[in-house]
């Protein structure tokens, strides 16, 4: 598997195409291409008025109203400066030796799989089927030692959307699987 550029390098695009930042429009990167919304720039604007205070090191009060809107432990929870870091964090806390990876993907799941030695077996779905993940297809595919599947829901950069009874039955049929594992 070779690992695929991240998007979001407008500047650099730009440059290579001898055009302004203004001129394009970014669709490579989960980022709105319109800009940011007058409502976030006024969110942005007031928070600037606390900026003088440390933040909370373990988002805790996020963790805590996170845990109590979805009725899980806290401790099941980890708040992360933006998706990059914990998708960073992952691998390197869990240490998986093999992964399923459903594809196509996100291309950090790779690159920081990679970094830290796992050995990804890649899952690939494709357009013929409209991206849908098949359960049983997907279970074939596990191997003895198969220590994480990796999957995004919606699916990124497909958006194909993998219904809750699925990731129910795909977690009760995986070894160790439980239909509850929210406690």
């Not at 996170?66 to 998706?83: M, Q, R, V």
């Not at 220590?147 to 497909?158: H, K, R, S, V």
């Amino acid at each position: 598997m070779s690992v695929a550029d991240h998007g979001g390098d407008i500047l650099r695009r730009a440059s290579s195409l001898g055009l302004s930042v203004e001129e394009l429009l970014d669709f490579s990167a989960s980022i709105n291409p319109l800009g940011t919304p007058p409502a976030v720039l006024h969110a942005a604007s007031e928070a600037l008025l606390q900026s003088h205070h440390y933040p909370e090191i373990d988002a805790r009060s996020l963790v805590d109203a996170l845990a109590e809107h979805h009725d899980l432990p806290a401790a099941n929870l980890l708040a992360g400066c933006g998706a990059t870091e914990l998708l960073v964090l992952f691998p390197e806390v869990f240490r998986p030796r093999r992964a399923l990876l459903v594809t196509p993907a996100f291309s950090e799941y790779e690159r920081n799989l990679l970094r830290v030695g796992t050995t990804i077996d890649p899952f690939p779905l494709n357009a013929v089927d409209d991206f849908n993940l098949s359960v049983d297809a997907l279970l074939q595919q596990l191997r003895p030692d198969t220590d994480l599947i990796l999957l995004a829901n919606p699916g990124n950069p497909t958006g194909a959307i993998i219904e809750p009874q699925a990731l129910l039955e795909l977690v009760s049929r995986t070894p160790d699987g439980s239909q509850d594992r929210r406690r």
